[in-house]
């Protein structure tokens, strides 16, 4: 059975009052990226969460979880 | 936003809007040219032409340099490429097997049906690259 990804990366990147084009330019991606993350769309690589999680200076699993944890 | 981000968004909604024309310039013009022998050599080269700047917008970000480069390939750009070459296999697939069953009751030359799978097997993924582009980038707003 695939796990569901539940995304909190629009809750983080509000919080620090960032826009999705400024998130993205930090992470040195797309907003069409961001906003597919934020709206679960697209499952990021470990690498593209690590960055987001540094860039938005929380630990990776504050940002993404498996549904029902 | 900066500047980076702005033209790269450029570059992909102009990715985006262009790959569904060229497949279908490349439909139209291969439609064309099938029903006309001999071909000469300037209309293979411009079929060429259409083949591989399409190609080349669907595998690649083009002639960018570096930063936006790597914005115009970012990983969902990377996620929807590979679901273009799976459309594109599959359609080819696809096309393949209703030629075969075609066949059976219309003569086709073995030339046209190569010609056929390879124009859909091309065209495919474009189209599929460009509307899931689209897609993406009008959900963004």
């Known amino acids: ?69 | 936003m900066t500047e980076t981000q702005q033209a790269g968004e450029r570059f992909l909604r102009w990715r985006a809007r262009l790959l569904p024309l060229t497949a279908i310039a490349l439909i139209v013009g291969n439609a064309v040219l099938s029903g006309s022998a001999p071909r000469s050599v300037q209309d293979v080269l411009s079929v060429l032409a259409v083949v591989v700047s399409g190609f080349t917008l669907v595998m690649t970000g083009g002639l960018l340099p570096g930063r936006l480069r790597r914005l115009a390939e970012d990983e969902s750009t990377a996620q929807h490429r590979a679901m273009a070459l799976r459309v594109g296999y599959i359609a080819a697939v696809a096309c393949a097997l209703g030629q075969y069953v075609a066949a059976l009751f219309v003569p086709l030359s073995a030339h046209q049906a190569l010609q056929i799978v390879l124009m859909t097997a091309i065209a495919a993924p474009m189209i599929s690259f460009g509307a899931q582009e689209a897609q993406a980038l009008r959900d963004a707003g």
């Not at chain 1, 990776?60 to 498996?66: H, I, R, Y």
């Open chain 1, 1 to 69: 059975m695939q796990a569901r990804l539940v995304c909190h990366v629009r809750a983080a990147r509000t919080a620090r009052g960032l826009t999705q084009a400024e998130l993205a330019d930090l992470a040195g991606v797309s907003r069409k990226t961001i906003n597919t993350v934020e709206n679960g769309v697209f499952v990021p690589s470990t690498t593209l969460a690590l960055l987001l999680a540094r860039v938005l200076g929380v630990a990776v699993e504050e940002l993404f979880a498996l549904a029902g944890e």
